[in-house]
């Protein structure tokens, strides 16, 4: 097991280095920011004044070693348009985005899992296929045009909730947080729903298809014939059973929704840090977009490495050996 | 191509085997009348994308068509110059958004055909190299689409056109580098359990060419699941460029596509002017749609476990 978690541990942070490199080489061969910068009408000692300042003149290679040494000590670079840390910036809007995230998240959990045992339960009922076709719709719906469409209806139409912002927070724990205040949920209700409904169709269809299989094996079978009631073998023999794979997509899919909230937080002028990404790259804020790639690729191959060892760890029938050399 | 030369048929399909592959595989999909709805939905929308230069009222992209005093009109409304009615309202340049969106589906639709065929061709290359070489092939190339498969493709693509910058040409690379992966596993995966079949060895007894097998007899029998998985992709594929696009980081604005007509109409959306954002949103969920309901029948058809 400390093998394996050792092992899993030296890839991530082999893909990690990998991923700041490709970063950074992608992100700095963008654009002149110079360009950006300074006065249009500033001469050319001006031009070279700011490029030296920016450390743009280095060679390619010393501005990476820069970077890096930088990186290891939790700075990277100022943000060429607010000048302050650029790590400081994307910590300073992740709890939003992450507030954000864990609300849909729990949105999708609290809806998906229900629906997808009832449709796998009930596969041909119009209630199993309604929810089949409910889930199809969420797949296919494009997550901002329906961020517009929840905007039109329950701000502009209905008027009952806001169309942007984070509304009144309250400190909790050091941080800003809108969940605890009626405004804050208020402000947070739709963006919320808006990145739950593709996790929520997903958990659904993984739901339902784990049900479906499950009730086929053996092992429900004979707890049929032993005579168990059927809510025990719904509850303890399937749901047990199909709780892994669920488990381990809710874990995979959290660092999706952490992306994802780059389209939903754009939509509602919700104040995270993939609002400020789009804005960065609109405005070639190159030191913010390598922070803001970097953080969350860390936060990726933190899940992604603790949902194996955890995975690892909860399955028996996943040999951690063969789990090493197959993936 | 049909699964039905990989199966051994049992004694109770014989009726069925005995049609020919094409038919049954027809007649299965037809069972789903939802699946032939979205089937003739898609047909209908394909047609509209192709059609579009003679269907449209208008031009879009002609801005001598375009006349600034009728922009921003709710649908129905008639053009103050011409007296024409624009059936779902214009947008704030006066652009007719029927025209607007026949066109957009066109570039909406061959974008995300584009991209999936390039990457089909380059994961399925790969893939069926990974699975028949085995060894440090197959290692290198499983473990980058793995590290890739591991991020979001809105990630990737983000992090893509953050450094490339936008067009189509680079929106086509940024969506080919997203799904070549999922190929590559799929084909990998699927030809891993073909090539240990009898019909192989019969084909290696008789000493074909390598290339042969590979391409006569193994790939033939791993399409079903790329088949599914292709259809699947073209969806995301669109929907991913419409979000990006909507985003400003897509297309250019001078040919929009749905996602930017999309974009362009969310800034008047709070002033009560829904149908710039609505009607385009509307059409690229049927495409989305009728493309998910073809690809549901087709994995429901396509899958041997399920065979009834």
């Known amino acids: ?327 | 191509m049909n699964s039905a030369a990989g199966d051994t048929p049992l004694v109770t399909e014989a009726p069925a085997a005995a049609r020919s592959p094409w038919r049954r595989f027809a007649s299965e999909f037809a069972e789903s009348r939802i699946a032939m709805a979205g089937l003739l939905l898609l047909a209908a929308i394909v047609v509209v994308a192709i059609a579009a230069p003679w269907l449209s009222p208008q031009n879009p992209y002609d801005l001598a068509q375009l006349d600034v005093l009728d922009s921003k009109l709710a649908p129905g409304e008639h053009s103050s110059s011409t007296g024409k009615p624009y059936w779902l309202g214009t947008d704030d340049q006066g652009r007719d958004m029927l025209s607007g969106i026949f066109y957009g589906l066109r570039i909406s639709l061959s974008v995300g055909i584009a991209s999936t065929a390039i990457a089909l061709a380059i994961g399925l290359v790969l893939g069926l190299a990974a699975a028949y070489f085995e060894g440090w092939v197959d290692t290198a190339i499983m473990r980058v689409a793995d590290i890739q498969l591991s991020f979001p493709a809105i990630l990737i693509a983000l992090i893509l056109l953050a450094m490339m910058g936008q067009g189509t040409g680079k929106i086509i690379a940024a969506l080919v580098t997203v799904q070549w992966a999922y190929y590559a596993r799929t084909v990998r995966s699927a030809a891993l359990v073909e090539r240990r079949k009898e019909y192989i060895e019969a084909a290696r007894a008789l000493a074909l060419s390598q290339p042969r097998i590979l391409f006569r007899h193994l790939l033939p029998n791993c399409l079903p699941p790329l088949i599914v998985v292709a259809t699947v992709q073209v969806a995301h594929a669109i929907s991913l460029e419409a979000t990006l696009s909507f985003l400003g980081l897509g297309l250019p604005i001078t040919e929009p596509s749905l996602g930017l007509l999309i974009a362009n109409g969310f800034q008047y959306l709070l002033s009560g002017k829904y149908w710039i954002s609505f009607y385009p949103g509307l059409a690229l969920l049927a495409t989305i749609v009728s493309i998910n309901l073809v690809a549901d029948q087709l994995r429901d058809v396509l899958n041997p476990r399920l065979k009834r």
Not at chain 1, 299 to 326: C, E, K, M, Q, W
Request: glycine share 8%.
């Open chain 1, 1 to 327: 097991m400390l093998a394996f978690t050792l092992r899993r541990l030296g890839q991530s942070l082999l893909v990690l280095v990998v991923m700041s490199f490709l970063v950074f080489v992608g992100v700095y061969a963008i654009g002149n920011p110079v360009e950006l910068l300074v006065n249009p009408q500033a001469d050319e000692v001006e031009r070279l004044r700011a490029t030296a300042a920016l450390g743009l003149d280095k060679p390619f290679l010393e501005q990476y070693a820069t970077f890096l040494r930088g990186a290891l000590h939790g700075d990277l670079g100022r943000s060429f348009v607010y000048n302050v840390p650029a790590i400081q910036l994307i910590l300073d809007k992740l709890p939003a985005t992450l507030e954000l995230a864990g609300a849909a998240m729990l949105v999708a959990m609290a809806l998906g899992i229900p629906l997808g045992l009832v449709a796998g339960l009930k596969p041909t009922s119009w209630i199993g296929r309604t929810i089949m076709a409910g889930s199809i719709l969420g797949f296919s719906l494009p997550t901002f045009w329906v961020g517009l469409v929840l905007i039109m209806l329950f701000s502009v139409h209905l008027g009952w909730l806001p169309p942007n912002g984070r509304g009144q927070t309250v400190v909790l724990l050091g941080v800003p947080v809108s969940f605890l205040t009626l405004d804050g949920l208020r402000h947070l209700a739709m963006p919320a729903a808006n990145l739950a409904i593709f996790k929520l169709s997903l958990l659904v269809r993984l739901t339902r298809a784990g049900t479906r299989e499950a009730l086929l094996q053996d092992y429900v079978k004979f707890a049929r014939a032993k005579g168990l009631p059927p809510r025990r073998v719904i509850g303890v023999h399937v749901l047990k059973n199909i709780m892994i794979p669920i488990v381990t997509v809710i874990g995979l899919e959290l660092g999706s929704v952490i992306a994802f909230a780059v389209v939903t937080e754009s939509i509602f002028a919700w104040p995270g840090s993939g609002k400020l990404l789009i804005d960065s790259i609109n405005q070639l804020d190159r030191p913010v977009i390598v922070a803001y790639l970097l953080v969350t690729v860390t936060i990726f191959i933190a899940i992604n490495f603790v949902v194996d060892v955890l995975y690892s760890a909860l399955d028996p029938r996943v040999s951690l050996g063969a789990a090493a050399s197959a993936h």
